[in-house]
């Protein structure tokens, strides 16, 4: 009888998901805004979100990280099962998960290192605070810095840096968190095309090479479907589309952005 080749540990850990999200209800003051949503997200994975506008992207990135009124099913995230955090865990979760903004949210006036050192911060208590930063630390974000490509502006204020620059260095302060996922809550709604591109690029290798998954909210499909590997989409707070991009063809895109406003304008630009 040939012999069963089992899974190596590592193999059944690259097939679990990081995030298992199961018939997610959010309720702002009894007005139901995800309806039982369902998604996975796999290690390695750059997944886009879409949807309209007020569809729930927001919502269901925040539910990930415990900043939405779960009302109802399951959310498991890099092992939490965020619906029911034991004391304190609440803080090793956020600490878990690297977040990115549209906005960047940087300090303007802290150097480009420091922003990215702040990182550092998430999970640690007030004693790490006020000891300031190791050297390992600071050796650690001078190699993001390099690895998003701009070590050469470390010591420069983050408020003079151009938008495509300063979400670069979000993105370091977020691997400063060594996550198990990143959120990035559309990354480059306030970039040009180029810009775009080359950010979504850089998510896209960091979710590759570190083995993570990346959930990125955008509103220009082009983007999603030059740069995801999956397309999930929301519509009224609920999941209608999930598959390979290369798998998805128009008319089950549409559906996304049927009956809106404007449709057709939000997701060609
Ligand atoms: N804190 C809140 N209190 C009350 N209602 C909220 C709150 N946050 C979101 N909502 C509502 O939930 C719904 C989904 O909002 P959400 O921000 O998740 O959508 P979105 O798809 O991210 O929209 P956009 O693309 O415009 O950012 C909307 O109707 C919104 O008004």
Redo the contacts with the bound molecule.
């Keep these: 009888m040939p012999a069963v080749q089992l899974p190596t540990t590592a193999q059944l850990r690259q097939a679990l998901p990081l995030v298992s999200v199961r018939g997610l209800r959010v309720a ?2 009894e ?1 139901l ?1 995800l309806n039982g949503v369902d998604l996975d997200l796999l290690p390695g994975e750059m997944v886009a979100l879409l ?10 990135m925040k539910s990930l990280t415990g900043f939405a009124p779960i009302s109802g099913g399951s959310v498991r995230v890099a092992g939490h099962d965020v619906t029911n955090l034991a004391r304190g865990e609440l803080r090793t979760l956020r600490s878990e998960v690297g977040q990115v903004f549209q906005q960047f949210n940087l300090i303007p006036r802290l150097s480009v290192l420091s922003n990215v050192l702040t990182g550092a911060l998430h999970g640690a208590g007030p004693i790490n605070v006020v000891g300031g930063f190791s050297s390992a630390h600071r050796a650690r974000a001078m190699h993001l810095l390099d690895r998003v490509g701009i070590a050469h502006k470390a010591k420069d204020a983050a408020r003079s840096l151009s938008g495509g620059q300063q979400q670069r260095v979000a993105i370091a302060r977020a691997l400063m968190q060594q996550p198990r996922a990143i959120l990035a ?2 990354p480059v709604a306030s970039l040009d095309p180029k810009l775009a591109d080359s950010v979504l690029e850089l998510l896209r290798e960091i979710a590759t090479e570190d083995g993570i998954p990346v959930l990125v ?1 955008l ?1 220009v499909l082009p983007l999603a479907l030059a740069h995801s590997d999956r397309i999930v989409g ?1 519509r009224h ?1 609920e999941m209608v589309l999930s598959g390979r991009t290369a798998q998805l063809d128009a008319a089950q895109l549409a559906v996304l952005y049927q009956d809106e406003e404007g449709a057709g304008d939000e997701r060609d630009h």
Excluded at 51 to 60: R, V
Aim: aromatic share 4%.
């Design positions: 702002y003051d007005q805004v949807g309209a506008s007020g569809s729930g992207k927001s919502t269901l809550d559309e909210s509103h929301l707070g």
